[in-house]
């Protein structure tokens, strides 16, 4: 989706890829199904506690209960994934260094990559703070490191994480954001760019539909989620990538007024 692509890079315009209209459509769906799967599991939740306080610690119903309850919690989980990717999460906001925070989480992203992977990190100094939940701020990155990594299909491979500056006129200018950028705003940008397997134009236009995976093991929530804080946060992402040639996901936050 960046302008500065080269010329066999994606060529449709972003709103073609992610039309508003299927954005808006998969987000109904996705509210409807988030809330009424909550009501449902907050019912099968309370009535598994009530059987387990009342049958006996060594009855062998607790270890079907107790699985019960587990499955019932994973079902929660997903549904919690969805409601961020409506914007529907509850956000704690604060101001936060977002060079701080990738220092804090790379030692632990560097740990749960395979060996042969190698993750570079150039965090541009001075760079001003934002307005934003930490947790789900961390989670953006580590989503976003976690695809790159399992995108790196031979044997070694490189993940670089970059951090700086851009003022929205220069965003206007240079790349192309999934989502309108208003004037007048300094952004925080996180880019995280691969020497993995890339991607197809059909693929991109799926990316953030919520389940869309082409992983035997994927859930196909990581840039849903990803998508739903960004949008909770005024933030935006550019996708620059081309099958065999790797991917970069850069993503923007406004930056806090000091
Ligand atoms: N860096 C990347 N390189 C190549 N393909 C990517 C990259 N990031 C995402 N994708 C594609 O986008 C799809 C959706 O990604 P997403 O993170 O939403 O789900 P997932 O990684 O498949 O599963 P989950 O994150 O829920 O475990 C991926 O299955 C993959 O096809
Ligand atoms: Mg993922």
Same mark, same amino acid.
């Given at each position: 989706?960046?302008?500065?692509?080269?010329?066999?890079?994606?060529?449709?315009?972003?709103?073609?890829?992610?039309?508003?209209?299927?954005?808006?459509?998969?987000?109904?769906?996705?509210?409807?199904?988030?809330h009424d799967?909550?009501?449902?599991?907050?019912?099968?939740?309370?009535?598994?506690?009530?059987?387990?306080?009342?049958?006996?610690?060594?009855?062998?119903?607790?270890?079907?209960?107790?699985q019960?309850e587990?499955?019932?919690r994973?079902?929660?989980?997903?549904?919690?994934?969805?409601?961020?990717?409506?914007?529907?999460?509850?956000?704690?906001?604060?101001?936060?260094?977002?060079?701080?925070?990738?220092?804090? $989480?790379?030692?632990?992203?560097?740990?749960?990559?395979?060996?042969?992977?190698?993750?570079?990190?150039?965090?541009h100094?001075d760079?001003?703070?934002?307005?934003?939940?930490l947790?789900?701020?961390?989670?953006?990155?580590?989503?976003?490191?976690s695809?790159?990594?399992?995108a790196?299909?031979?044997?070694?491979?490189? $993940?670089?994480?970059?951090?700086?500056?851009?003022?929205?006129?220069?965003?206007?200018?240079?790349?192309e954001?999934?989502?309108?950028?208003?004037?007048?705003n300094?952004?925080?940008?996180v880019?995280?760019?691969?020497?993995g397997?890339g991607?197809?134009?059909?693929?991109?236009?799926?990316i953030?539909?919520?389940?869309?995976?082409?992983?035997?093991?994927?859930?196909?929530?990581?840039?849903?989620?990803?998508?739903?804080?960004?949008?909770?946060?005024?933030?935006?992402?550019? $996708?620059?990538?081309?099958?065999?040639?790797?991917?970069?996901?850069?993503?923007?936050?406004?930056a806090?007024?000091?």
């Amino acid at each position: 989706m960046s302008k500065k692509k080269n010329s066999n890079q994606m060529k449709e315009p972003h709103n073609q890829l992610f039309p508003t209209e299927k954005v808006k459509s998969l987000s109904l769906m996705a509210t409807g199904v988030a809330h009424d799967f909550n009501n449902l599991l907050a019912a099968v939740l309370g009535n598994i506690s009530i059987i387990l306080r009342n049958i006996p610690a060594d009855s062998p119903l607790v270890k079907n209960a107790t699985q019960i309850e587990t499955t019932a919690r994973k079902a929660l989980d997903l549904t919690n994934q969805l409601q961020i990717y409506t914007g529907k999460g509850e956000f704690k906001i604060e101001k936060l260094y977002v060079n701080e925070m990738i220092n804090d $989480i790379l030692p632990g992203l560097k740990k749960s990559i395979r060996p042969g992977i190698d993750i570079q990190c150039a965090v541009h100094n001075d760079i001003p703070m934002i307005n934003g939940d930490l947790s789900c701020i961390r989670q953006v990155i580590t989503n976003l490191v976690s695809n790159a990594a399992d995108a790196i299909i031979k044997e070694k491979g490189t $993940i670089t994480i970059l951090t700086g500056t851009m003022q929205s006129d220069q965003i206007h200018r240079d790349e192309e954001c999934l989502d309108e950028i208003p004037h007048g705003n300094n952004y925080v940008y996180v880019e995280i760019k691969d020497t993995g397997c890339g991607m197809t134009s059909d693929v991109q236009a799926m990316i953030f539909d919520p389940f869309f995976t082409t992983k035997i093991r994927g859930r196909g929530l990581g840039l849903s989620v990803v998508l739903g804080i960004l949008r909770a946060h005024g933030g935006n992402i550019t $996708i620059n990538s081309e099958p065999g040639k790797g991917s970069t996901f850069k993503v923007m936050f406004p930056a806090a007024e000091t």
